[in-house]
């Protein structure tokens, strides 16, 4: 028997669940984010409930977790495509959504959600029975991503 | 996906598909297995693809052999084309796991009851999107 202590997410506060804005705001704008700075390295950065960040850099430094509760979309360019980064430890949608170009019109760059992670990382768990991993993107929201068709 | 339109041989580096793909120098693609063995797969790198004839040229050879013809074999096997298959593997848009003690990364999509009895059903759509290191 194998048991699990959950260390991340079993009592997570509440998600007091908000609009999402009409306008989105860019992630490297200070002004965007409830601490008043762009995350930084080893960050467990929040996209709060009721906000719509467009990631809007080339890359981000190494964050310890990215949690969406508001919406994150790519910015995209179709003219001079800029390939973009995420580097987190893990990922978690819960109560909001991350999107990555559309269906009509997919992503024109090079977009990346790198994950890190090593066999004896911390796992973050859903609830008190669902175990999601270490190293992942976690999602109990909306995911969507829509690169080019290249076939 | 694309078909095989001639066989290819251990130590070939070119093989030939159909013409009209947007595939570039750079992009990986898999030759499938054609033969009993199904781990025969070869993982390719595209040295050059050439639009009008359909030839890749690879930029190492090819480890296995895989079974192609000029056209379908669809009306010999019973509606089954015979061909090995040729995927593109390389999307603009990624999910990577960091190579790191070759841990792997996961994708999870869940339903999920938080404490205050909060339900969440998980949604996510993926449209030409490559995972690497991850599963």
């Given amino acids: 028997m194998e048991g699990f202590r959950c260390v991340v997410n079993c009592e997570l506060p509440e998600v007091e669940e908000m609009e999402i804005s009409d306008a989105a705001v860019p992630w490297s704008s200070p002004d965007s984010w409830p601490s ?13 409930s009721g906000s719509w960040i467009e990631f809007d850099i080339e890359e981000t430094p190494l964050l310890k977790s990215l949690t969406i509760n508001g919406r994150l979309t790519f910015k995209n ?14 990922v978690f949608v819960r109560a909001g959504e991350l999107i990555i170009g559309s269906e009509e019109n997919p992503y024109d760059g090079i977009a990346t959600i790198r994950l890190y992670g090593d ?24 995911v969507k991503m829509f690169g080019k068709d290249r076939d | 996906m694309t078909r095989l339109r001639d066989s ?34 070869d993982y390719m790198t595209i040295e050059s693809y050439d639009n009008a004839t359909g030839d890749i040229t690879f930029t ?29 593997l390389t999307r603009n848009v990624r999910i990577v796991g960091n190579d790191t ?35």
């Fill in chain 1, 119 to 142: 066999p004896n990382g911390e796992a973050v768990a859903f609830s008190m029975f669902t175990e999601g991993g270490n190293k992942g993107l976690m999602n109990v929201g909306l």
């Fill in chain 2, 101 to 135: 003690d070759s841990w792997g990364a996961q994708i999870v999509t869940s339903d999920t009851v938080e404490l205050n009895g909060v339900q969440r059903m998980g949604q996510l759509i993926f449209d030409n999107v490559e995972c690497y290191n991850c599963s």
């Fill in chain 2, 8 to 41: 290819c041989f251990m130590g070939d580096k070119v093989a030939r598909v159909y013409g009209g793909l947007d595939w570039v120098a750079g992009d990986q693609v898999a030759l499938l297995a054609t033969a009993t063995q199904w781990t025969h797969t």
């Fill in chain 1, 36 to 48: 008043g700075a762009v995350p930084v390295e080893g960050d467990e950065v929040e996209v709060p």
């Fill in chain 1, 77 to 90: 360019d179709s003219e001079t495509p800029v390939n973009r980064t995420i580097h987190s430890y893990w």
């Fill in chain 2, 60 to 88: 190492e050879s090819l480890k296995y052999y895989h079974y192609g013809e000029s056209s379908s074999t669809a009306a010999d096997f019973s509606g089954v084309d015979m061909r090995g298959e040729v995927v593109l």
